[in-house]
């Protein structure tokens, strides 16, 4: 029986048995044997992004350099090269996509 809590981002089970597992969001690509977890009291809890209650403050915040976003940001495009972003993410060459406002 495994004994892990989570996966490193290579894929690889990270041994940390009585641990408490979070995720946000929908998992894709993503098989969990629950009985598995069960065994090994691994407590999973996971649920939706609320980013449409925070994003307009957040992004309010942001504007007026009262914030300064992390370093989650690891691609910036022009704006006119969303669709790049995206496809980026999707790929998984990208883990968030900065688009700067043009002024």
Do not use: C
């Not at 290579?10 to 940390?16: C, I, K, L, M, Q």
């Not at 946000?24 to 098989?31: A, E, K, T, Y």
């Not at 994003?55 to 300064?68: D, G, Q």
């Not at 980026?88 to 883990?95: G, K, L, V």
Request: net charge positive.
């Amino acid at each position: 029986m495994f004994r892990y809590a989570r996966v490193d981002g290579a894929g690889d089970p990270v041994h940390s048995p009585w641990r408490h597992v979070g995720y946000v969001g929908v998992p894709h690509g993503v098989d969990l044997n629950g009985e598995q977890l069960f065994y090994a009291h691994v407590h999973l809890h996971g649920g939706p992004a609320p980013v449409r209650r925070f994003l307009p403050e957040l992004i309010n915040l942001v504007w007026k350099r009262k914030i300064i976003p992390g370093k989650v940001f690891d691609l910036t495009l022009p704006l006119d090269q969303v669709a790049e972003g995206y496809r980026a993410m999707d790929e998984r060459r990208a883990i968030k996509t900065l688009l700067p406002p043009t002024r």
